[in-house]
């Protein structure tokens, strides 16, 4: 399995202010049970973030816990997704098509994120398939639910081999 993690929770994930799910799931990447993906737009993004996540991408860089993806591959994804349907709509729902596009490039199928947008984009069967987008969320709330132990444990949400 791996993972991306949208900017949107990196609060979430540190001890002294992070919510128990979030700090299991950052567990759960340091331990390498869930590698964490990386690349493109959302490299920028993550950077970005302050230093404890810059920090931590660090370290999970030097352990052997983050795979990097071609950002021009990412790229040349996320525009594809701004192309308008042949109906005049937009292929996407939330302003994240990089986060998609990451997925696509990488074969990563779990995503935590608390964008209830970006999560019915990563939940369409016409967007993220083979396998389906699971979504690792604390919107409802941020205590370690059974649910989030059930994603951390599955071992099929890396479609490519990404992090095999």
């Given at each position: ?20 799910a979030g700090q299991a799931f950052r567990k759960a990447v340091e331990q390498g049970r869930v590698p964490l993906v990386l690349g493109g737009t959302l490299s920028d993004e993550l950077s970005g973030a302050g230093e404890s996540m810059r920090r931590w991408l ?107």
């Amino acid at each position: 399995m791996c993972a991306i993690v949208d900017v949107n929770v990196v609060s979430e994930l540190w001890e002294g202010g992070g919510t128990a799910a979030g700090q299991a799931f950052r567990k759960a990447v340091e331990q390498g049970r869930v590698p964490l993906v990386l690349g493109g737009t959302l490299s920028d993004e993550l950077s970005g973030a302050g230093e404890s996540m810059r920090r931590w991408l660090a370290e999970l860089q030097l352990a052997g816990r983050l795979v990097q993806v071609d950002g021009e591959q990412v790229a040349r994804r996320t525009s594809e997704l701004n192309q308008v349907n042949v109906d005049g709509t937009a292929q996407c729902s939330s302003d994240d098509e990089h986060v998609i596009a990451l997925a696509l490039v990488s074969g990563a199928r779990l995503l935590y994120t608390n964008d209830a947008a970006l999560t019915d984009d990563f939940k369409d069967k016409t967007l993220v398939d083979a396998p389906r987008g699971r979504v690792y969320t604390t919107r409802a709330s941020g205590d370690l639910r059974g649910s989030h132990r059930a994603l951390l444990r599955r071992t099929d949400l890396c479609s490519r081999g990404a992090a095999s």
